[in-house]
């Protein structure tokens, strides 16, 4: 069976410091891996998606996650927070026809 | 600019009235989604559908819920009679199949529905 559990349901950095978002997943089988960003109001929208190619995975506003197999993890990170990373993040694992989302983090970005 | 369109954006109706929910995926898309969204429970997939055929919707009430696709462009969620509970943020999202077993989900904006 597939789970996906975000440690975090609320983080809070200060502007232009890094950010980690925490994801780890179970499956039985190599799974694929997506962060997708929800700003308030909004429907949910790709950061970067992992599908057994390279590890370290980049995607759009300067956010990478890593593939960790011996950790089972799959973290959100990005070096440096902007005001308008303010959103909830939702990490989600599939794998042949299941999707399982995360219950989400929410960050918040301080002055 | 494709995106996927969600009629209505709001839907405030009464307790036992026929509420539908329409969804236009991206042109091409095989993969359409539904989802439910609330503070309590959070995000939860309620069904989806590949080439126009059911594949899951183990998350879907069946009593009062149904999903269809009358055709590639139009996706509809029904529930009949409507209760407080529904009360909820429904996207509609859709995907390719081409390349992979899955790639990126495009959400639509939701409709907001409200149940009194």
């Known amino acids: 069976a597939q789970s996906v559990t975000q440690l975090d349901s609320h983080v809070s950095v200060s502007e232009g410091t890094p950010v980690l978002l925490r994801c780890n997943y179970s499956s039985s089988y190599s799974p694929s891996l997506f962060w997708y960003v929800q700003h308030p109001n909004k429907g949910l929208q790709l950061l970067l998606k992992y599908t057994s190619a390279a590890t370290l995975v980049k995607g759009i506003n300067g956010f990478e996650a890593e593939f960790k197999k011996s950790e089972t993890s799959f973290h959100l990170t990005k070096p440096s927070a902007h005001m308008s990373d303010a959103a909830e993040y939702f990490c989600v694992v599939t794998r042949d026809d299941k999707i399982i989302f995360g219950k989400g983090t929410r960050l918040h970005i301080l002055p | 600019d494709a995106r996927v369109t969600q009629t209505p954006r709001d839907k405030v109706t009464e307790m036992g009235q026929e509420v539908t929910m329409r969804c236009q995926p991206i042109l091409g898309h095989n993969t359409v989604f539904w989802y439910r969204q609330t503070m309590m429970q959070g995000l939860e997939l309620l069904a989806y559908f590949r080439n126009r055929a059911p594949l899951d919707d183990s998350g879907m009430p069946k009593d009062r819920f149904s999903a269809e696709m009358p055709d590639a462009t139009l996706a509809t969620l029904k529930i009949q009679p409507s209760e407080p509970r529904d009360s909820a943020v429904y996207f509609c999202?859709?995907?390719?199949?081409?390349?992979?077993?899955?790639?990126?989900?495009?959400f639509g904006p939701g409709t907001r529905l409200t149940v009194l």
């Open positions: 999202a859709s995907g390719s199949l081409a390349g992979g077993p899955y790639n990126e989900q495009f």
